[in-house]
Each structure stands twice: as C-alpha cells, then as structure tokens.
C-alpha cells in the first residue's frame, strides 16, 4: 500500500491570504467606529460604497480577464482596498469621489499589472492620489469637523448620504483638517493663539488624536498576530518625530510633533498602508529604510509641499524605490559567506 | 522597398506603422498638445504639412546629396518646413499660435519626421514619399485627436470648445458641453493622463490587430468535414 509522503513542514500557521486580509479589515473596526462617534457618519458611508465599488471593479475586470470570480473575490484583497480607501477619504466628499478613486485603485492600480500580488503600487493609495490631484477642492474641503467643536452640528446617518450622494448642505459638517489649519495660520499668529481655536480644542486636535489612537491600537493588533512587523511602522513614525523635533522644533513656526503624529493619516499610513505585503520593501532592513523614507517624505511634503496631507504621497514614491531597497539588503543566506547584493545577483531579480 | 503600391504605404502610415501608436514617435508633442481637441488638430496638421513638405524635399535632392551629409541637409529642409508653417500659423491662427508655443517650433526635433526622411523619402519617388509623409501625418493627427476628444471629455466634460481658433469665428458655436456641472477632472488634463489614454489607445489597437490575426487564421484554414467517420445512428445499436 502506498502511504501518502508528506515532506516538512509539518506544522504550518494557518495563515491564507484571505485570513489575513480579513483580520486587517478587522484591525480598522475601532478606527472605523472612533471615527464615526466623533465625526459622525461620513466615513461609514464611504467605506460601504468604496467596498462595493471595489467588489464590482474586481468582478468586472476577472471576467474580461476570463480569470475564475470567486476565487480572487474570496481572498478579500479588494474589500480591504475598498475599506482603506474609504477610510483615508474625506468622510464627506462627494461619492463620485469615491467611485473614481475606487474604481481607478482596482482597474488601474491593480488588475492592469496583473492583479493580486503583481501590483508595484499600494491601490488604495493610487486611488486617493489621483482624487487628490484631480479633484483638490473636494479633497480639501470635504472633512468632517468632529463633534468636540461645539458650535457645529455632528452629521447623523442621514445627513452624511444627503451630502455624499447629493452634495447639498456640506457646508454645515466641514471644514479643512487641523494639520491643513495649522500650516496655513502658523505664518501669522502663534501657536497659544492656534490652540483656543475649536479646531486644536487645547492640546491636540479636536477629535483627530482619538482616530489615531485607535489606528494605532489596530495596528498593534495586527503587529501582535504577526500580519505586519514591526519594522515598517517604527521606522516610519521614528522618522517622522524626528524630523519634526529636529527641523521643525517652534511650533510658532512649524507644525509640531504631536500633530504630526496624531492627526492626519499618521496611524493609518504608517501602520495598514506602507505596510502593504506586495508593494513594500521585504527584508528586515529594507523595510527599516522603507519606513524611514516614507516618515521623511511625510514630513518634507507635509512642511513644503503644496498639499495638507503626504501619507499617500510618501507611500507611493517609496513604492518605487522598494525593489532597489530590497534588492540591496538581501540578507545572508545560511551557508553563505556574503550576501548577495545589488541588481545584477539572480536573487534581485 | 521601392516595389510598395500606394496602398501598402497608406495602411502603413494610418495602421500598421502607425507613428504614434506603434512606433510610439514625438510622444512629447504627443502628450503634451493632446489635452483638447483643437490644440491636437492645431499641432497635427502642422505635423502634417510639415511631413509632406519635408518628405517632398528629401526625395527630391535623394541623389544628389551624399550619404555622408545627408542628415544635415534633412534637418536644414526640415528646419525650413517648420520656419514656414509656423509663419503661417502666426499670419493665420494666431492664438492657436500663442497656445501652443515652443511645440510648433519643436517639431523640428518630432523623431517622425527625420525618421520618414531617412528611413523612406531619401529611397523612394517623389509621390511615394509625398503619400507617405500624408499617411503618416494623418496617422498622427488621427491619434492626437482621439487622444485630444478623451482628454478633453474626461477633463473637462465638453468637446469642440474654442474650435474659432482654427476655423474662425463661426466655430465658437461648435462646443458641446457634454455633462453640466462638471466637476473638471485634472487628471485627465495632466501629462500623467496623457499616458495613460494612449496606453490605453495601444491597447485596443493591440486587441483589434490580435482578433483580426485570429479571425483571418480561422478563414485560412478550412474546417476540414470528412464524411466517412460521420455516422448517422438509426437504431438503438451502435455497430
């Protein structure tokens, strides 16, 4: 009787890619609901829509692709694009932003390189920088202010589909973020006059530190079941506070570091976006040097450039140089004397 | 090279060679006159013009100009052409003129067009390298538009708009706005938008040229119907 072989190893994580796409979706959950308590129902809205949209951008593409459906729909691959991008989008932003943003992440971002695993690009972010640099006043503009601003009203289930779907009445609920506020008051007043401001309420700003908070507690989740090291987040935070106590130390002047950390997409980026598998770098160094890249970046553009926020931005540029990192921080094999490094070793390609 | 009907060099002009689509020349005047449709009808026909005009001088002086200064003597007739259609654009049209700026002049360095002239007019007749220098002006012109009529629907949601600009003040009425309210989406106005609609031009022509390949595969080779294993099943047993 032939017995079946099984060949090591024979203890394996349970860990299939629709696993671990369904535990970082998990992972946003309290993001998700701290961002609803404060700042009301725009972003649950957008993640609904975004997920649907990605759904039936993936579906489409697989047929035309004559690839099987259920198989790459089960991986969940798309429904976390949809939620990341539902997520860093401007809770009140029209919907058609969100379809386009969408749509282009999963048709341009993803399948047209071949889909799942092929893309050199995070899609979630592909999709929002083409919003960003394709619709600014809406991505500007479209922020929900949260509901620790007394004088404004907090925009309930029904209000966030009017605005979203039908764009009446967004004046009431938004606003600029506070990192957008802060750049552009910092010039000519001082940051004791920029905190009484409702939208900094005192240390920090307004509601924003609690989304990040909970990103942060997701991401240690995620760092906790070994979805993601911690290689890429630490780096990437790490260079960002450093560059702000270091060039950016006034705050009569600069941003300071407690904004850069706790508002914006910080936590977000730093933890479920520049830690995407695919298209970021892979070795234990390169990933180092990845996340620091993208802290700098963030910083650079956040200080200088023209746009309020740069997680998107830093993560895609660092994209790019991701298969040149990792290409010269192979590790040394086992039974090797040196590793092989650089671009003309076997291993780079 | 020189046995090509006419025919054969016009497919190859609009088709199979196609300049932009294929041998993927002068994408930076390409992309970068492509975000309306008269900017692109503007640069193309002045692509145009200049294509016959040069490819019709090159054949010209084919044997009496040396092998060893051929190329400076094409770019002198080249730079000639162009002098002479951007002066009359400037008598003419002006503001087109104004908006396209440094592209008219730069069609001097279009690869397309010291590319026809070494690679065809300095070989071939006069009407051959004039029919040439057509086709393949008007390949151009015809991917500038297309690319020209996406950018500016997508960008703007009109199409047509400023068309005075080229046919005089009876063609303002020619825009059509296609969606109101349109929210104007820069992306497809950008260079990056650029690109992408002619990758996507390429792609569709890559498709069709693949389903023609297949279908005239399937017309060559006759389905062959052998009658003698074909078995007609009267009864309930097979012998």
Redesign the interface.
């Known amino acids: 009787m032939a017995l079946l072989t099984l060949t090591s190893p024979h203890a394996h994580g349970r860990n299939s890619t629709s696993r671990v796409m369904m535990t970082v979706t998990l992972a946003t959950v309290p993001g998700l609901l701290v961002t609803t308590a404060l700042f009301g129902f725009g972003t649950l809205v957008n993640v609904v829509l975004a997920v649907v949209v990605a759904m039936l951008a993936e579906a489409l593409v697989l047929r035309i692709r004559q690839r099987p459906l259920g198989f790459f729909l089960k991986d969940y691959s798309a429904l976390l694009t949809g939620v990341l991008l539902g997520l860093a989008l401007p809770p009140l932003a ?1 919907w ?1 932003v969100t379809v ?1 943003a969408t749509a282009f992440a999963i048709v ?1 971002g993803k399948q047209l390189y071949g889909g799942m695993g092929n893309n050199p690009f995070n899609p979630a972010m592909l999709g929002y920088a ?1 919003v960003l ?4 006043v ?1 991505m500007t503009t479209n922020w929900a202010v949260s509901s620790q601003m007394a004088d404004q009203p907090l925009a309930g289930l029904l209000d966030a589909i009017t605005t979203i779907f039908s764009g009446s009445g967004a004046d009431a609920f938004t606003g600029a973020t506070p990192l957008d506020t802060y750049k552009h008051l910092i010039s000519n007043s001082t940051a004791v006059e920029l905190q009484k401001l409702p939208t900094f309420n005192g240390w920090m700003a307004g509601g924003w530190e609690w989304v990040n908070i909970a990103y942060l507690v997701g991401g240690l989740f995620l760092v906790y079941r070994r979805i993601i090291t911690w290689h890429i987040p630490v780096a990437m935070l790490a260079a960002l506070s450093l560059c702000s106590i270091v060039l950016g130390w006034d705050p009569d002047m600069y941003t300071p570091v407690s904004l850069h950390l706790f508002t914006g997409a910080t936590m977000l980026g730093a933890f479920f976006i520049a830690t995407d598998p695919v298209s970021a770098a892979t070795t234990p160094r390169g990933k180092l040097i990845y996340g620091a890249g993208v802290g700098i970046l963030v910083y650079v553009i956040r200080t200088w450039g023209a746009y309020p926020d740069a997680v998107a931005f830093g993560v895609l540029l660092m994209n790019l140089a991701a298969p040149f990192i990792d290409a010269y921080t192979q590790p040394r094999t086992y039974g090797h004397e040196k590793a092989r490094r650089g671009l003309t070793s076997k291993e780079a390609r | 090279m020189a046995s090509k009907s006419l025919s054969e060099i016009s497919l190859d002009g609009l088709w199979k060679n196609n300049p932009a689509l294929v041998q993927l020349l002068g994408l930076c005047p390409l992309l970068a006159t492509s975000a309306s449709v008269v900017n692109a009808l503007g640069l193309g026909l002045a692509t145009l013009s200049v294509l016959v005009g040069s490819n019709f001088a090159v054949s010209l002086i084919r044997n009496h100009v040396p092998d060893a200064v051929r190329l400076p003597a094409f770019v002198m007739i080249i730079a000639s052409v162009v002098t002479v259609v951007e002066l009359l654009m400037q008598a003419f049209t002006y503001e087109l003129y104004e908006i396209l700026g440094i592209f008219i002049p730069l069609i001097v360095t279009n690869c397309i067009i010291l590319g026809r002239a070494d690679a065809f007019a300095c070989k071939n007749g006069i009407i051959p390298s004039m029919v040439d220098g057509a086709t393949m002006g008007l390949g151009f012109t015809c991917v500038l538009l297309l690319l020209g009529a996406i950018r500016e629907i997508l960008g703007q949601g009109v199409i047509f708009s400023d068309m005075q600009l080229l046919f005089g003040p009876a063609a303002a009425s020619w825009k059509i706005v296609l969606f109101h309210d349109y ?6 106005i ?1 260079p990056p938008g650029g690109f ?1 609609a002619l990758g996507t031009l390429i792609a569709i022509k890559n498709i069709i040229d693949e389903r023609r390949k297949e279908a005239a595969k399937a017309k060559a080779v006759p389905v062959e119907v052998t009658t003698e294993s074909r078995r007609a099943r009267v009864t309930g047993k097979i012998s």
């Open positions: 029209p058609w386009v341009f083409l640099v394709s619709f600014p809406q | 929210p104007n989406f820069l992306f497809a950008l992408m």
